[in-house]
């Protein structure tokens, strides 16, 4: 039984509620984080080289997709947030009726898209040929598993949209542990390399998937779900305009990084050079998920917080939390930066042996490894206009950041330092900073609008 009051976010102590809204959404994405690290970290100890780079790079496009929705979740989420900051809990069913026939509808689609068309995939990214075959099942795997993968996402975007964010860890924990048994058994045991660690991911989140169904029937809820509610309602469009725009921001951010991939990819002056590149970059890409935990719980749970007090027309309190968000995320992102510039060998060697891969994924890390600090800031920014409905802004801001900065500079620095992955790293904090210029410009006449819309003149204690 939930506490209606944890669920409030317009009344109490903005750094108590947003720290406990907070903390166990950093915990999930701790252990997502881990779910995904253990494939790389066990095919890395028991498969072949090339068995990292067909992992790195499938999971890339797993990801990408995965990503993208939980960017049209956020439309749920946002909205669900809003109406129960209205105190209009009565819509809440139809949200999420309306969702879960959306999302079964994208998910068959997919489904048959990935099956079909895995090969290409792969070449898109240019997977080295060593590992092409091994990429292309990796992806046709999960993607034959993907509508599992979606179903955990979307339940846990609307238990977010109501204020609770301990179930959504619990259910990741569960996905975490027997996706570590699972890849010991199918590739350390059964020796079933690539399909192993594939195979694994889909049956945790399908356990997961099943878990979360189960609990929701026991538990008391503040809404009700009817199967006149599962229909594409009005209220479709409604989290589909706020969602499809952030949709489309993650789609082009993860396409960056997939461009950046296959510049890493073609980078090095020897085939020995590509593959250590290649390994090395997904490898560190494992450790800057652990980076950017922080920033990614921020932009979620801000998200859901500044919705409440939008519709609560709290506005004042909305901008508070945003500041705590950034010291919050900024303090703890100075440790994060100092780690992976100093220890990004160390790190890596957690994941392999192989001296030159940890050297390549070492370069990549240093580059990158102000983005913990800067990412806080751009994210806090971005969970506050989320909450005000500003997706669209959202999505401008992410586009410029991605195409006017983060791949014209590693491209460039692909051509000109092709056995260097530093620069490459550095074009990630270089485009954050880009962007925390456009949120701030555009805060300081956005902000003055709202306060002036919600005719608060002083602070709130």
């Given at each position: 039984m939930m506490k209606k009051d944890s669920m409030d976010f317009t009344t109490g102590s903005i750094f108590q509620k947003l720290i406990g809204f907070m903390m166990p959404i950093l915990g999930a994405l701790i252990l997502q984080t881990m779910y995904g690290a253990v494939d790389i970290l066990v095919?890395?100890?028991?498969?072949?080289?090339?068995?990292?780079?067909?992992?790195?790079?499938?999971?890339?496009?797993?990801?990408?997709?995965?990503?993208?929705?939980?960017?049209l979740a956020m439309g749920v989420t946002v909205l669900m947030g809003r109406y129960i900051g209205e105190h209009n809990e009565k819509r809440l069913g139809r949200v999420i009726g309306g969702a879960i026939v959306s999302f079964l509808m994208i998910a068959a689609v997919l489904t048959v898209a990935i099956l079909c068309f895995a090969p290409g995939l792969a070449g898109m990214m240019q997977a080295p040929q060593a590992a092409m075959e091994k990429t292309i099942t990796y992806i046709r795997i999960c993607g034959g598993g993907i509508v599992f993968i979606i179903g955990y996402n979307l339940v846990s975007s609307i238990f977010r949209?109501?204020?609770?964010?301990?179930?959504?860890?619990?259910?990741?924990?569960?996905?975490?542990?027997?996706?570590?048994?699972?890849?010991?058994?199918?590739?350390a045991v059964l020796?079933?390399?690539?399909?192993?660690?594939?195979?694994?991911?889909?049956?945790?989140?399908?356990?997961?998937?099943?878990?979360?169904?189960?609990?929701?029937?026991?538990?008391?809820?503040?809404?009700?779900?009817?199967?006149?509610?599962?229909?594409?309602?009005?209220?479709?469009?409604?989290?589909?305009?706020?969602?499809?725009?952030?949709?489309?921001?993650?789609?082009?951010?993860?396409?960056?990084?997939?461009?950046?991939?296959?510049?890493?990819?073609?980078?090095?002056?020897?085939?020995?050079i590509r593959l250590a590149s290649s390994s090395g970059y997904g490898i560190a890409n494992k450790i800057v998920a652990i980076v950017m935990l922080v920033p990614s719980a921020l932009m979620q749970s801000m998200s859901s917080f500044i919705a409440q007090?939008?519709?609560?027309?709290?506005?004042?309190?909305?901008?508070?939390?945003?500041?705590?968000?950034?010291?919050?995320?900024?303090?703890?992102?100075?440790?994060?930066?100092?780690?992976?510039?100093?220890?990004?060998q160390l790190l890596a060697s957690i994941f392999t042996n192989q001296v030159l891969f940890q050297v390549k994924a070492a370069e990549y890390l240093q580059g990158f490894s102000l983005e913990a600090i800067v990412t806080s800031i751009l994210f806090s920014f971005i969970g506050y206009y989320n909450g005000h409905n500003k997706t669209f802004f959202v999505m401008f801001q992410g586009m410029a950041q991605s195409f006017l900065v983060r791949l014209p500079m590693a491209y460039v620095m692909s051509v000109r330092m092709p056995d260097s992955l530093v620069y490459i790293g550095a074009a990630a904090p270089t485009a954050t900073v880009f962007g925390i210029l456009i949120n701030l410009i555009y805060f300081l006449s956005f902000s003055r609008k709202e306060l002036e819309r919600t005719g608060e003149q002083k602070i709130e204690p």
């Open positions: 095919v890395g100890w028991f498969g072949s080289e090339e068995s990292i780079s067909a992992v790195s790079t499938g999971s890339s496009m797993i990801n990408m997709i995965v990503f993208v929705l939980n960017g949209g109501i204020g609770n964010s301990k179930l959504p860890l619990l259910f990741v924990g569960i996905a975490c542990l027997i996706n570590v048994f699972a890849d010991l058994l199918f590739v020796r079933w390399d690539v399909a192993g660690a594939a195979s694994a991911t889909v049956m945790a989140q399908a356990f997961s998937l099943l878990m979360s169904l189960v609990v929701t029937r026991k538990i008391s809820l503040p809404f009700h779900l009817s199967r006149a509610d599962l229909c594409l309602s009005g209220e479709v469009k409604k989290f589909l305009m706020l969602g499809l725009p952030i949709a489309f921001q993650e789609l082009l951010t993860q396409f960056s990084f997939m461009c950046l991939l296959a510049f890493v990819n073609g980078m090095g002056s020897t085939e020995a007090n939008v519709g609560a027309g709290k506005e004042r309190r909305a901008q508070k939390a945003m500041g705590y968000g950034m010291v919050i995320g900024g303090g703890i992102g100075i440790a994060m930066t100092a780690a992976a510039f100093f220890g990004g």
